[in-house]
């Protein structure tokens, strides 16, 4: 009985691994769309990895995305890259994402992402890491992030 338990989980964990081009969800109560979601794949030993997507409020409250979660990483933070005046290139940290009514936000290379710190394994090209996103008003939304390969500059091209 145990057994056949086990394999159920193992079949419904490959259900859960489709491939989606293109992560569009919307919410209950409020217009959220995550659109264009896509990671790099990372190499084998690496612990960090970082997730792209694009949050267009079409509501008329705004929206403050103040948290993220996957279950490979131990730490997850938004990430602002910015250029200093010496012309180097650092990463700091971001508390929130606020996106005001009619307006997109796009999370990018060289711009905004969220860190994934610490992974437990890699994320590899082919498959999907679902990651949730928290906002203020208490809703999450969980996108499936298809991962692209190494040296991918976005979900198109
Ligand atoms: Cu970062």
């Not at 890259?81 to 606020?98: C, F, H, I, K, W």
């Not at 009619?102 to 890491?129: N, R, Y």
Request: proline share 6%.
């Amino acid at each position: 009985m145990r057994r056949w338990f086990a394999l159920g989980i193992v079949i419904l964990n490959v259900a859960l691994w489709p491939v989606v081009a293109v992560s569009q969800q919307t919410t209950g109560d409020r217009d959220v769309a995550v659109e264009a979601a896509w990671a790099r794949a990372t190499a084998p030993d690496s612990k960090t990895g970082a997730v792209y997507f694009t949050l267009r409020n079409t509501g008329q409250s705004r929206i403050d995305l103040i948290g993220v979660r996957a279950d490979r990483a131990s730490i997850e933070t938004l990430h602002k890259t910015v250029n200093d005046p010496q012309g180097t290139t650092r990463m700091s940290a971001t508390a929130e994402l606020r996106v005001e009514p009619g307006q997109t936000v796009v999370l990018e290379p060289g711009s905004i992402h969220v860190m994934l710190l610490d992974l437990e394994t890699p994320l590899i090209e082919g498959k999907v890491l679902p990651l949730r996103l928290k906002f203020y008003d208490g809703d999450d939304l969980t996108v499936d992030v298809p991962i692209l390969a190494p040296d991918a500059e976005g979900p198109t091209g």
